[in-house]
């Protein structure tokens, strides 16, 4: 079983849908939980991180985590053109080590 | 706003030569990452770097893999033979607090191994 399974898409919407970005995990020893976007051919951007369960907002996007599921989700409210990226999450154990531990990517693409 | 940068944006080079790809990091940031992905696939740590050491290193940072920080800025991944199956994206990231929670990453080096 993967550490960390996202699923690639891709995931087309109309612009200013709300768009639901999901990754599952195994090793309930995962703490941190992030959120990246990266366009193509371009590096890895942070969006938001939380730690633990819950929730977390910043303007359109929401982080969700739900620790007793193993699934995490990301919102994004609003949808824009522009919003069009692979969305990566990440996760890492601090008890036993640093490392990010990555989701395949999902290719999201807002249509106009 | 300060960013990770990283030089050349692409290199081709053939199989069996030495490749130095460079990094200048966020400048108060004290830890230091390398992360590669290759085309259609997950993006995997490679090592990370602190204090002017490995800290941590996955399989894939053989001993065909080296990194250093010559002077203080730079940062660099060499590899010493490359080969076909190095070509990848290779991402240099930075962070200041040792779990790479808020690590910024650059914009990456496309290798391409002929």
């Known amino acids: 079983q993967k550490e960390v399974e996202q699923d690639p898409g891709p995931l087309s919407v109309p612009e200013g849908a709300i768009v639901s970005l999901n990754c599952t995990y195994s090793n309930s020893a995962f703490q941190y939980f992030m959120w990246y976007r990266q366009y193509s051919r371009k590096g890895p951007e942070l969006l938001m991180y939380?730690?633990s369960s819950g929730n977390k907002e910043d303007g359109r996007f929401t982080a969700q985590v739900d620790k007793s599921s193993k699934y995490i989700s990301l919102f994004i409210r609003d949808s824009q053109p522009s919003d069009s990226a692979t969305y990566l999450c990440a996760m890492i154990n601090m008890d036993s080590n640093y490392q990010l531990i990555w989701g395949a990517g999902t290719k999201l693409i807002i249509k106009p | 706003e300060p960013e990770v940068t990283q030089t050349p944006s692409h290199q081709v080079t053939q199989m069996g030569q030495e490749v130095i790809l460079r990094c200048v990091p966020i400048?108060?940031?004290?830890?230091f990452y390398w992360y590669r992905q290759i085309l259609g696939q997950k993006v995997e740590f490679l090592v990370s770097f602190y204090n002017n050491e490995i800290s941590e290193k996955s399989e894939i940072f053989d001993d065909q893999f080296s990194v250093e920080r010559p002077d203080g800025s730079n940062f660099t991944l060499k590899i010493r033979s490359t080969k076909l199956e190095d070509s990848a994206m290779y991402f240099c990231a930075s962070s200041e607090a040792v779990a790479a929670t808020e690590a910024f990453f650059g914009q990456g080096t496309r290798l391409t191994v002929v």
């Open positions: 939380t730690y």
């Open positions: 400048s108060n940031h004290l830890y």
